[in-house]
């Protein structure tokens, strides 16, 4: 049983920053892509960045693309998302997720792509 445990949220001004970690635990945590996705009340959740199992691919949401990072570190079973330039329309519940593949898939940016859900972090941008 895999278990991912985010943390980092909060609240902030517009333009400040958060990093965001998920601990992994369970099993073997390097050979599976991760993504974070996001949930804003009233709305479905969205996919937000993926990595692939080595940290050398990262595919982002358009409107993170430039302020949003995401990497890992396998020795850690980690991994985060580095928000920055944030924005109140960023404010929403973040979810880290443990993916089916360790690559690319065309499907990456698909819920159902992703098998282990952390509980989330709260994430509240101020105007």
């Known amino acids: 049983q895999v278990q991912l445990v985010e943390s980092g949220g909060g609240l902030v001004q517009a333009g400040n920053s958060l990093r965001l970690s998920c601990a992994a635990s369970?099993?073997?945590?390097?050979?599976?892509?991760m993504g974070w996705f996001r949930q804003a009340p009233g709305k479905e959740r969205e996919f937000v960045a993926f990595?692939?199992?080595?940290?050398?691919?990262?595919y982002y949401q358009d409107s993170v693309k430039g302020r949003f990072t995401i990497s890992r570190d396998n020795a850690k079973n980690t991994v985060y998302l580095q928000m920055n330039s944030l924005k109140p329309e960023d404010t929403a519940v973040y979810y880290c997720?443990?993916?089916?593949?360790?690559?690319?898939?065309?499907?990456?940016?698909?819920?159902?792509?992703?098998?282990?859900w952390g509980q989330g972090t709260q994430v509240t941008v101020s105007s």
């Open positions: 369970g099993r073997t945590f390097s050979v599976y892509a």
């Open positions: 997720a443990e993916g089916t593949h360790w690559d690319y898939t065309p499907s990456y940016s698909d819920v159902a792509t992703y098998r282990y």
């Open positions: 990595i692939n199992y080595s940290g050398a691919n990262t």
